[in-house]
């Protein structure tokens, strides 16, 4: 089977079918996608919400609590403990499948009738404020994570403990204001590192202790801008930086910044991987065109594939033993066979359900727990399933619906207040234009600020008997008000870092910028001799610019330096 160029359904633009593409969607028994997969990762992310959360009643008991649906949204929402109690029944909303109208129709009109759980979080202790997120203790704010103790503002940590403002990262501990990292302890404004200990402001560093400013090194310590130091003069240097204040910090990170414009970039961030493409790699074989991919074997166009995930294609989140996946997001914890299925956990033979736990063979239904052969939330024997299931998939292929994910106009949220604003940002124009909605609901509040920052002790060590807990706080960027935790005083002044200027919303932005996009562009190697200084020749090609191709996430017009794997690994230290 040969190669096939397509145009997009939605942005019109040439995307290509590879061959084991067709195999895999002769696998999935779907046919080939209407849109590339830019816009099909777009269309899934429009269903996700992760931090746009309101104060509003629960429509079941009346408590205020924290939704990630706004107050003004036209479909019952309930808190935690009311939506996950035994007090009711999803089954109560089913419905029979009309042949006559289309399967999204019927099914859109389900999921606006069951009640709305307002956050998503299993197995949790003194962790209600996060969101999609599992197995947490003593958590705040933390989005897209599971089995971690003590962390705060944090997005996509896995077993993580003592961390705040972190992002993708495993098995580190006190970790702030860090992405990417992994194993690591004490590790400060760092990206890409496995392995490092006590450093601050380190980028692509592996086994490392005791670094300041480092980029590229493996296995040193006592380093300071890529060169080694005595002991005593990392101390002493330490002690001038004053990473406890803020304008420390501050006048280091422009001075990091600086350094790190001279240093080679690898094509991506791709460690012990074979036959893999993407960027954020690790521990992976033939996962191709995957991002934040890591513990996971033969997946592709993914995006958060991790944990044993297996044969899962078109996923936005797809883990702890995921197999066997197609055009879903959310689908974690031993989870195999779905199709168009979203925040389904620890189920299988899922199609087009959504909010579903601990459920089996189900097709389009909303918020079932501990059930079995169930259509639009209408319970059937497993014969009656069969057969019903049958007729929709080829009523759903007649009309070209079969295998597409949810239409946009499913989703429950505005385009801004979901994921895809995050990867896919659009102006409130330009989304309405293209038939999304838009939230205009307020989140948080403006101008209620009890203290101006230049009444705010530079360093934490200046804090004295001025209190943080009981000011409110104005981000230096949105100026939308913020506070600041006990815990997360506590780890300040435990770690000695100074009261953040920016709210965690923009904290998390500023991270999340910083990592680029998903989507890869096809370049040579830069390595020439001139673009930077060599410490050797490169054996591949000791004169002129290095003929090596790949697929980065450096864009053609990004000025960083970057480098093939060949000539990278010949100058890392």
């Known amino acids: 089977m040969n190669s096939e160029t397509r145009n997009c359904q939605k942005c019109e633009q040439a995307f290509v079918i590879e061959p084991d593409d067709f195999v895999a969607y002769e696998k999935f028994g779907v046919p080939p996608p209407k849109m590339c997969p830019l816009c099909r990762a777009q269309r899934r992310l429009l269903f996700r919400n992760e931090r746009a959360f309101y ?20 479909y019952p929402v309930w808190c935690h403990d009311c939506w996950f109690s035994d007090a009711w029944d999803p089954i109560d909303y089913g419905r029979a499948y009309d042949p006559a109208r289309p399967f999204f ?34 958590c705040y704010m933390i989005v897209e994570s599971s089995n971690n103790e003590n962390c705060t ?9 003592d961390c705040i403002d972190t992002s993708f990262a495993g098995k580190t501990e006190l970790s702030y204001e860090s992405d990417d990292c992994y194993s690591s302890n004490r590790l400060l404004y760092s990206k890409g590192c496995h392995d490092c200990l006590e450093s601050y402001f380190l980028l692509d560093c592996r086994g490392c202790s005791h670094c300041i400013g480092c980029v590229n090194l493996r296995n040193k310590q006592y380093h300071i ?18 990473f406890d204040s803020f304008s420390g910090v501050q006048e280091f990170g422009k001075k990091y910044s600086e350094f790190l414009r001279g240093q080679p970039r690898k094509y991506a961030e791709i460690v012990n991987a074979i036959n893999s493409t993407g960027n954020y790699i690790k521990n992976a074989k033939n996962c191709r065109s995957c991002f934040h991919c890591y513990d996971a074997e033969d997946n592709k166009y993914g995006v958060h594939i991790w944990r044993s995930a297996k044969n899962c294609m078109d996923c936005d989140t797809a883990g702890r033993g995921a197999q066997n996946v197609y055009n879903s997001i959310n689908s974690g914890v031993d989870v195999s066979n779905y199709i168009g299925a979203s925040v389904c956990w620890t189920c299988s033979f899922m199609h087009y359900s959504y909010y579903c736990f601990d459920a089996n063979h189900c097709f389009g239904s909303v918020g079932l727990r501990k059930k079995n052969y169930c259509i639009l939330n209408k319970q059937y024997d497993k014969a009656e399933f069969e057969t019903l299931k049958g007729k929709i998939i080829a009523d759903m292929r007649a009309r070209g619906e079969y295998g597409e994910f949810f239409p946009a106009s499913v989703s429950t949220f505005g385009y801004n207040e979901s994921a895809a604003q995050e990867q896919f940002p659009l ?38 008997e001025w209190d943080p807990l009981k000011e409110i706080f104005a981000c230096t960027a949105c100026k939308k008000n913020f506070l600041v ?19 965690p919303d923009c904290r998390h932005e500023r991270r999340f910028t910083a990592r680029g996009p998903n989507r890869l562009w096809h370049r040579q190697c830069m390595c020439d001799y001139a673009a930077h200084q060599n410490t050797a020749k490169h054996p591949h090609h000791p004169t002129g610019r290095c003929p090596n191709e790949f697929e980065t996430s450096y864009a053609p017009d990004r000025s960083e330096i970057v480098y093939c794997e060949q000539c990278y690994n010949a100058e890392v230290a």
């Open 485 to 503: 935790i006990p815990d997360e005083l506590q780890f300040y002044k435990r770690l000695e870092i100074p009261l953040p200027r920016l709210c």
């Open 427 to 464: 102006t409130k124009d330009e989304a309405i234009s293209q038939g999304y909605r838009w939230e205009d609901h307020p989140r948080g509040t403006y101008g209620k600020e009890t203290v101006s920052w230049d009444k705010v002790p530079d360093s934490i060590r200046e804090v004295g």
């Open 225 to 242: 801008f890529n060169k080694p130091v005595s002991k005593e003069e990392y101390e002493a240097f330490l002690q001038k930086a004053r």
């Open 105 to 138: 129709e019927q099914f859109e009109e389900l999921w606006r009738a069951v009640p709305k759980v307002s956050l998503l979080y299993l197995r949790s202790v003194d962790s209600e404020y996060t969101n999609i997120s599992a197995d947490s203790k003593n």
């Open 55 to 74: 104060k509003r009643k629960c429509d079941r008991c009346g408590k205020e609590h924290v939704s990630m649906y706004s107050p003004n949204k036209p």
């Open 153 to 161: 503002h944090c997005y996509w940590v896995q077993q993580c403990r």
